[in-house]
């Protein structure tokens, strides 16, 4: 299993960037997929997550009206798209696949593989 996150990048305060996850070697629609992200000093935290029991997409409360998280099971892509971008935003972004579950959890510990991680980086 592979994934491969990229699309990160330095923006301005109020831009917007758009993070890709390339997912390989499952069966992507499957499975829970999220999105964490982890500022220096800081513990990694989730962002968002997709569920595959029908329920809706979830967001952290700091990122919600401004992230949108999609899939594409035919690509076996998942995408973030961040709005709105703030300073506190900036942080390495990871997708995440959680195999034991198709609905999202909060906790990065229940996610079995993980992207390399791709860093955003928002200028005030």
């Known amino acids: 299993v592979q994934l491969q996150a990229s699309g990160g990048g330095l923006v301005q305060s109020g831009g917007s960037l758009r993070l890709s996850c390339a997912a390989s070697?499952?069966?992507?629609?499957?499975?829970?997929m999220a999105w964490f992200r982890q500022a220096p000093g800081k513990e990694r935290e989730f962002v968002a997550g997709i569920n595959r029991s029908g329920g809706s997409p979830a967001y952290a409360d700091s990122v919600k009206g401004r992230f949108t998280i999609s899939g594409d099971n035919a690509r076996n892509m998942v995408y973030l798209q961040m709005n709105s971008l703030k300073p506190e935003d900036t942080a390495v972004y990871y997708c995440?696949?959680?195999?034991?579950?198709?609905?999202?959890?909060?906790?990065?510990?229940?996610?079995?593989?993980w992207g390399q991680g791709t860093l955003v980086t928002v200028s005030s």
């Open positions: 070697g499952l069966t992507f629609s499957r499975y829970a």
């Open positions: 995440a696949a959680d195999f034991n579950r198709r609905t999202v959890v909060y906790g990065s510990s229940e996610y079995n593989y």
